[in-house]
């Protein structure tokens, strides 16, 4: 990321896992059930082991009908997940006239999607199209005025 032509953030390939910690240890099951369900994320709960992921489990049935229809063939899935990067996630507004350049980096389909046994067929991750929300706000006259002053 970078802003004015000063890279002000740098991800790399351990990111992702910092996301994955981040989502796992300080979100309550309240939020993983609702907010995070709208990025993808499905608790498997107990039923969750590792090397593999228990194919009967709440989570791995929730994730597989999101890129399925009604009659099970395969369809296009949306998302939408907030940015995992420091400077975006925080409570300032930038200044205005702010050129800011993000470049997104998808991880390989083999981190991003879990099978629940070794013989599974290889999926591959596709984006087909990607939205940039953003807060904008328009300070009054007065407010600008005083801040003006201030300063």
């Not at 890279?7 to 790399?12: D, K, L, P």
């Not at 910690?21 to 969750?48: I, R």
């Not at 090397?51 to 791995?60: A, I």
């Not at 390989?108 to 199209?129: C, G």
Request: glycine letters at 6%; proline letters at 5%.
């Amino acid at each position: 990321m970078h802003i004015n032509g000063t890279q002000v953030f740098e991800g790399n390939s351990l990111m992702a896992y910092k996301s994955i910690f981040d989502y796992e240890l300080t979100y309550p099951q309240s939020v993983k059930n609702s907010y995070l369900s709208v990025a993808g994320y499905y608790d498997d709960g107990a039923t969750q082991t590792y090397p593999g992921v228990d194919s009967n489990g709440y989570g791995v049935k929730s994730r597989k009908r999101l890129f399925l229809d009604e009659d099970g063939n395969p369809r296009s899935a949306q998302f939408m997940a907030k940015l995992d990067v420091d400077i975006c996630n925080q409570p300032r507004y930038l200044v205005n006239q702010c050129e800011v350049d993000i470049e997104l980096l998808p991880n390989e389909s083999s981190f991003l999607l879990s099978a629940p046994w070794d013989t599974a067929p290889k999926y591959h991750l596709e984006i087909l199209a990607c939205k940039l929300y953003v807060k904008k706000i328009e300070l009054m006259d007065s407010l600008a005025f005083d801040i003006a002053e201030k300063t």
